[in-house]
C-alpha cells in the first residue's frame, strides 16, 4: 500500500506562511485566497461573504469556502449563488422559470417556491463547505483519488460536523471515471445546471457559419483587440460596469457582484485572462477566461448594452475566445445560458453536478439533498 494521502486545512496565517508553489495552479489558489483572506471576500464580490481557506491536498492547493446560513436583508445584494445551494436550487430557478413563463402571475410561482425556500431554510441547506471553490460560476476542475476523497470527508465532517461537504463541477460526459469515483465513494451525485461544451473548435470553425461570421465582426465595425494587461488594469470599473450592466443588470441579482477590485485581483494574480474590445478610445465589451488541463473557459463577459445590436459585441466576445481555443488546440466551456445561440457555433450541452456529502447529518438535513438529487435524475433520465 502506498502512502497515506496528505490532507491539510490551511487557516490565514499558515496560508500566508507558504512558499510559493512549484504547480501553477496551486501557487494561483495560494495567492488568491491569501488575498481574499486578508481583505475579505466582500471588497472583491460585493454579495459574498464567506470563511475562505486553503486546503491542501497532496500537491493540490483548493480554495475552501465555508458559508455563512444568515440571509441578507438586503434585496438588491441578494447572497450570491456560488455560494449559497438555497440561492441556486430555489431562487434562481424561480427566477428561471418566471423569465420562461411570463403569462403566470407572479403569486402562482410563488405558491410553490416560497415553501421550497423556506423548507430549504429550515433544513440548512447553506450550511455548507465548498471544496475547490473560487467563487465563479465555473470553477477549475481538480482531480482526486478514492483516498483522497474519504480523506477529505473525514477531515472535513470533523471540523465541520453540521455543514454538508459539496464538490462542484463535475461533468460525467467529460470526466467519467472522477464522476464515477465519487459516485463508488459514496457521494450524492446532484445535477447543478447544463452548460455548453466545444470539443473541438477548428472543427466548430468549419461547420458553423455563424462563427465564422462573428469572428470577422470586431475588424467590420472598427474595433481594436486590446490585450495588454497595463491598459486592462487602468479600465478596470469599466470592466466591473459592464459585467454588472449584463449580469446584474439584464440577468439575475444572484450572480456574483464582482467590482473593480475583483477585475484588478484575477488580472494580476494570473488567474483569468482578459480581452477587450476598444473603438475610439472606449471600451466597449470584454471576456475574461483561464486554461487548465486543455480546456479554456469562459469565466464571464461584458458588453455596453446602450450600443447598438448590429454591432454584436457579444458575438465578438464569443467568437475571439473560440479563435484562440482554435489557435492553442484547446476545448472550449461556455458554461450555462443561450443554449440554442452556442450550440448554432457546435457547442454541444453537458450536465454538471455537484458531488454533496451529507451521510453525517440528521435526516432532517439530508431530506433536501436526496429531494434534489431524485429531480435531477428524473430531469437527465438518469
Known amino acids: 500500500m502506498g502512502a497515506p494521502p496528505v490532507i491539510e486545512l490551511l487557516d490565514a496565517e499558515a496560508a500566508r506562511e507558504l512558499p510559493p508553489q512549484r504547480d501553477d495552479w496551486a501557487e494561483l489558489a495560494r495567492r488568491y485566497v491569501v488575498a481574499m483572506q486578508r481583505d475579505g471576500t466582500s471588497h472583491y464580490?460585493?454579495?459574498?461573504?464567506?470563511?475562505?481557506?486553503?486546503?491542501?491536498?497532496?500537491?493540490?492547493?483548493?480554495?475552501?469556502?465555508?458559508?455563512?446560513?444568515?440571509?441578507?436583508?438586503?434585496?438588491?445584494?441578494?447572497?450570491?449563488?456560488?455560494?449559497s445551494p438555497r440561492a441556486h436550487y430555489a431562487d434562481y430557478t424561480r427566477e428561471e422559470m418566471a423569465k420562461r413563463h411570463l403569462?403566470?402571475?407572479?403569486?402562482?410561482?410563488?405558491?410553490?417556491f416560497r415553501p421550497l425556500g423556506a423548507a430549504m431554510g429550515l433544513a440548512e441547506l447553506d450550511r455548507v463547505v465548498f471544496v475547490n471553490n473560487w467563487l465563479l460560476?465555473?470553477?477549475?476542475?481538480?482531480?482526486?483519488?478514492?483516498?483522497?476523497?474519504?480523506?477529505?470527508?473525514?477531515?472535513?465532517?470533523?471540523?465541520?460536523?453540521?455543514?454538508a461537504v459539496v464538490f462542484g463541477g463535475l461533468l460525467p460526459r467529460l470526466q467519467p471515471e472522477q464522476f464515477r469515483l465519487f459516485e463508488?465513494?459514496?457521494?450524492?451525485?446532484?445535477?447543478?445546471?447544463?452548460?455548453?461544451?466545444?470539443?473541438?473548435?477548428?472543427?466548430?470553425?468549419?461547420?458553423?457559419?455563424?462563427?465564422h461570421r462573428d469572428r470577422h465582426l470586431a475588424e467590420r465595425h472598427g474595433y481594436e483587440v486590446v490585450a495588454d494587461p497595463e491598459v486592462i488594469a487602468s479600465e478596470a470599473e469599466r470592466l466591473a460596469e459592464l459585467y454588472r450592466g449584463l449580469y446584474l443588470g439584464k440577468h439575475s441579482l444572484l450572480n456574483p457582484h464582482f467590482n473593480a477590485e475583483f477585475v484588478r485581483l484575477t488580472?494580476?494574480?494570473?488567474?483569468?485572462?482578459?480581452?477587450?474590445?476598444?473603438?475610439?478610445?472606449?471600451?466597449?465589451?470584454?471576456?475574461?477566461?483561464?486554461?487548465?488541463?486543455?480546456?479554456?473557459?469562459?469565466?464571464?463577459?461584458?458588453?455596453?448594452?446602450?450600443?447598438?445590436?448590429?454591432?454584436?459585441?457579444?458575438?465578438?466576445?464569443i467568437a475571439l475566445q473560440a479563435t484562440e481555443a482554435a489557435r492553442l488546440g484547446?476545448?472550449?466551456?461556455?458554461?450555462?445560458?443561450?443554449?440554442?445561440?452556442?450550440?448554432?457555433?457546435?457547442?454541444?450541452?453537458?450536465?454538471?453536478?455537484?458531488?454533496?456529502?451529507?451521510?453525517?447529518?440528521?435526516?432532517?438535513?439530508?431530506?433536501?439533498?436526496?429531494?434534489?438529487?431524485?429531480?435531477?435524475r428524473a430531469t437527465v433520465g438518469r
Not at 103 to 112: F, H, K, R, T, V
Not at 186 to 201: A, K, P, Y
Request: aromatic fraction near 8%.
Open 45 to 83: 464580490i460585493d454579495n459574498v461573504e464567506v470563511d475562505l481557506s486553503l486546503l491542501r491536498v497532496d500537491e493540490q492547493l483548493l480554495p475552501l469556502v465555508v458559508t455563512q446560513c444568515d440571509r441578507p436583508t438586503d434585496p438588491s445584494r441578494p447572497i450570491a449563488a456560488v455560494a
Open 103 to 112: 403569462a403566470m402571475p407572479g403569486w402562482l410561482l410563488g405558491l410553490g
Open 137 to 163: 460560476t465555473t470553477n477549475p476542475v481538480a482531480r482526486y483519488t478514492a483516498e483522497q476523497l474519504s480523506a477529505i470527508v473525514d477531515g472535513l465532517t470533523m471540523k465541520y460536523p453540521k455543514a
Open 184 to 211: 463508488q465513494v459514496g457521494f450524492r451525485m446532484v445535477r447543478h445546471r447544463q452548460v455548453w461544451i466545444v470539443e473541438d473548435c477548428e472543427r466548430a470553425f468549419r461547420e458553423s457559419e455563424e462563427l
Open 267 to 317: 488580472l494580476d494574480e494570473g488567474l483569468l485572462t482578459y480581452r477587450a474590445f476598444r473603438k475610439a478610445g472606449a471600451i466597449d465589451a470584454f471576456k475574461a477566461w483561464y486554461v487548465k488541463d486543455g480546456v479554456m473557459t469562459g469565466a464571464f463577459v461584458g458588453y455596453d448594452r446602450q450600443k447598438p445590436r448590429k454591432l454584436g459585441l457579444y458575438r465578438q466576445a
Open 330 to 376: 484547446l476545448q472550449l466551456s461556455w458554461s450555462g445560458g443561450v443554449g440554442e445561440f452556442k450550440r448554432l457555433r457546435g457547442a454541444s450541452p453537458h450536465e454538471e453536478h455537484d458531488a454533496v456529502w451529507d451521510r453525517h447529518l440528521s435526516a432532517r438535513r439530508r431530506l433536501p439533498w436526496a429531494l434534489l438529487e431524485r429531480v435531477g
